[in-house]
Antibody, heavy 111, light 112 residues
Framework: VQLVESGGGLVQPGKSLKLSCSAS????????MHWIRQAPGKGLDWVAY???????VYADAVKGRFTISRDNAKNTLYLQLNSLKSEDTAIYYC??????WGQGVMVTVSS | DIVLTQAPLSVSVTPGESASISCRSS???????????LYWYLQKPGKSPQLLIY???NLASGVPDRFSGSGSETDFTLKISKVETEDVGVYYC?????????FGSGTKLEIK
């Protein structure tokens, strides 16, 4: 199993960013996927989940601002981050329910 | 939301000795299917978290059997027997029983 995140960077408050997670080594379409984040020097914080049938669930802190989606043809998971706030600054990980995590991608929200 | 309380915040262990980390849940993590949805992760310095234990007591693939998990519906323990220097990092418990999924605040293991 390999999960590779991309798309992070420095963005101003109120702006948008789209993260990607490229998956390989397993049948991506058969599994739900998580996004989990970690603010600098802090603990782990679950963000969102998408089922194999594309049902979605979000943490209250991101509901209405973030959108999780998937493209099974491309074996890719996405997280659209809108209306970003400074408190969204974190490393964002994609992860399978089976316990595999990507290396993470840094998102910094600052003016 | 389900709150997971870990203790201690940090632990310092001599190599070869044992260490135990506690995780207490604010709600039973036993599902209607009889599965206890409590997981343990280790985040080594500068790395992504790695799964150690799933469903309270099942050892994840590739994890040394020095690690073991046990518990009840609300109180859980991760035990590391014969601690090695490679075990340093922050240990997190997590629940995937109900949304929002939550993590404990972490326990830092250091080597004496």
């Amino acid at each position: 199993v390999q999960l590779v995140e991309s798309g992070g960077g420095l963005v101003q408050p109120g702006k948008s960013l789209k993260l990607s997670c490229s998956a390989s080594g397993f049948t991506f379409s058969s599994y739900g996927m998580h996004w989990i984040r970690q603010a600098p020097g802090k603990g782990l914080d679950w963000v969102a989940y998408i089922s194999s049938s594309s049902g979605t669930v979000y943490a209250d802190a991101v509901k209405g601002r973030f959108t999780i989606s998937r493209d099974n043809a491309k074996n890719t998971l996405y997280l659209q981050l809108n209306s970003l706030k400074s408190e969204d600054t974190a490393i964002y990980y994609c992860a399978t329910p089976g316990g595999d995590w990507g290396q993470g991608v840094m998102v910094t929200v600052s003016s | 939301d389900i709150v997971l309380t870990q203790a201690p915040l940090s632990v310092s262990v001599t190599p070869g000795e044992s260490a135990s980390i506690s995780c207490r849940s604010s709600k039973s993590l036993l599902s209607s299917k009889g599965i206890t949805s409590l997981y343990w992760y280790l985040q080594k310095p500068g790395k992504s978290p790695q799964l150690l234990i799933y469903r309270m007591s099942n050892l994840a693939s590739g994890v040394p059997d020095r690690f073991s998990g046990s518990g009840s519906e609300t109180d859980f323990t991760l035990k590391i027997s014969k601690v090695e220097t490679e075990d340093v990092g922050v240990y997190y418990c997590a629940q995937f029983l109900e949304y929002p999924f939550t993590f404990g605040s972490g326990t830092k293991l250091e080597i004496k």
